[in-house]
């Protein structure tokens, strides 16, 4: 597999702010639900001033976004390692699907809301926050597909989609969690959609 370099990412500092307040807010939303959401609470538990976290926040539908970005990222980092092994693009997807599940599973913030009260997310998953959010799945899972995929950009589109649809579905058609399940599932359904690469083709790099 052809190694995808790191992007540039925002300096340290930077960094560990964003990272306490998604901290911060997940924690505080596992304590008290998404609709008691205290923006003072966050600030504190941070160990920032309100004034830094509304000029990276500016209010809360931005802050519990952030959240989400982060648990996001988490979810796409475990997923690049279960990927690292995988051998054809349905073992690839495949474990794209049980390690996304299972990582968003151990989120106890987001398990608190979704089982208090699923439609509390519905504004982060559909319309413009649903976009932002497939396009951020999207720009993590390309570079995993990229060694089977004719077109790794539409590739992780369609896998991210599926896996959205998955895991906010009360009642989803296999458990993404269940590794045969999500196999037959893939197999079936997933991965048959995705247009293969051409045996040898180049890479990006030549010859």
């Keep these: 597999m052809t190694a995808v370099a790191p992007s540039r990412g925002p300096a340290p500092a930077d960094a560990r702010v964003a990272g306490a307040l998604a901290e911060a807010t997940l924690a505080e939303i596992a304590r008290v639900g998404l609709a008691r959401l205290s923006v003072d609470a966050v600030a504190q538990a941070?160990?920032?001033?309100?004034?830094?976290?509304?000029?990276?926040?500016?209010?809360?539908?931005?802050?519990?976004?952030?959240a989400l970005d982060h648990e996001v990222a988490?979810?796409?980092?475990?997923?690049?390692?279960?990927?690292?092994?995988?051998?054809?693009?349905d073992d690839?997807?495949?474990?794209?699907?049980?390690?996304?599940?299972?990582?968003?599973?151990?989120?106890?913030?987001?398990?608190?809301?979704?089982?208090?009260?699923?439609?509390?997310?519905?504004?982060?998953?559909?319309f413009a926050g649903g976009e932002a959010l497939l396009a951020r799945l999207t720009d993590g899972l390309a570079?995993?597909?990229?060694?089977?995929?004719?077109?790794?950009?539409?590739?992780?589109?369609?896998?991210?989609?599926i896996g959205i649809d998955l895991l906010r579905t009360t009642t989803p058609l296999i458990d993404p969690t269940d590794p045969g399940a999500v196999r037959r599932f893939v197999t079936t359904f997933v991965t048959p959609g995705i247009a293969p690469r051409a045996t040898g083709a180049p890479n990006e790099e030549g010859p």
């Design 46 to 66: 941070a160990g920032v001033s309100r004034a830094t976290l509304y000029r990276r926040c500016p209010g809360k539908p931005a802050l519990v976004g952030a």
């Design 143 to 161: 570079p995993l597909l990229a060694p089977w995929a004719a077109d790794p950009a539409r590739a992780a589109e369609w896998v991210a989609r």
């Design 74 to 89: 988490r979810a796409v980092a475990a997923i690049a390692d279960a990927v690292a092994d995988a051998r054809t693009i």
């Design 92 to 126: 690839a997807v495949g474990a794209m699907f049980v390690t996304g599940a299972r990582t968003l599973a151990t989120s106890v913030a987001l398990g608190a809301v979704v089982a208090a009260d699923p439609s509390a997310l519905a504004p982060y998953l559909d």
